[in-house]
């Protein structure tokens, strides 16, 4: 049950006003299955119950079982499709956010290349029958899923933007990584001069108030100073200018900070070494 949970907290925190519905339920027919077929040995009664764990300790099969091989398959399935996620999660962001550090679940890269590590441990202690790298492995395990709790505490909100979403048969469909621009904004209403109006209004905003210096700047903080709906701002840096929102932004810092290399008044920044 463990690597569905981990699936769908990652999909909570990376797509925009997820919620739990009925049908992801089906992430936990596996685990229902097992626990039903093991159910005729929860009924027995302890003695019995210490037997068979003590037996599968004294004298361990050859081979690993039906049940492990399942499993490992299960972990790296899902252990893919968060790495899928925050793929693309982390490529989503550069359209609405000019920095990265808060919003781009480093830690749950290191969570992830954590589990794979431990999903290789496993493998390997299933296989060749090594208890003692099972036990260091599910301690470390342990280890890992309270580290995600607290890491997820931690976490500040992401979505302060209004996603795009493609209307396909008068529906919004969530984006997908392979998705062209054209089709991205196949449904916009933006017509090209209003996007060559938008652009200068941009360009120009941004030479004169430099608002690239802001450490924390947001795709929604310039839309709502060009006034300018978000989702047309974003179609317009994607679109027109062809770069995303982070490149956009820091091409200027960029060029300021050649500016001041140039420039007498910040001499002390030269000198140093």
Known sequence: MLAPFCFLYVKALTVRNWKFEPQHLLHFAPAVLVYFLFSIVFFNDIKTKENLILDSYNNPDSSPSIFLIIAAVQILIYLLAVAKLLRYHNKKIKDYFSYQESVNLRWLKYFLLTNFILWMAFIISTYFNI??????????????????????????????????????????????????????YASSSL???????????????????????????????????????????????????????????????????????????????????
């Open 191 to 273: 017509t090209d001069e209003l996007s060559q109006e938008y652009a200068a209004r941009l360009i120009d905003l941004m030479h004169k108030e430099k608002l690239y210096l802001q450490g924390n700047l947001k795709l929604v903080d310039i839309a709502e100073r060009v006034n300018v709906p978000q989702h047309h701002l974003s179609q317009v840096i994607n679109g027109k200018l062809k770069k995303n929102f982070n490149d956009f932004v820091n091409e200027f810092r960029v060029e300021e900070f050649k500016e001041r290399l140039l420039n007498e008044d910040y001499k002390n920044l030269r000198d140093q070494d």
């Open 131 to 184: 208890q003692m790298l099972m036990d260091i492995s599910n301690l470390l395990f342990t280890f890992a899923m309270y580290s995600i709790g607290y890491f997820g505490i931690k976490q500040p909100d992401i979505f302060f933007y209004e996603e795009i979403l493609p209307v396909i048969n008068n529906q919004k469909v969530p984006l997908s990584e392979g998705l062209s621009e054209k089709k991205k």
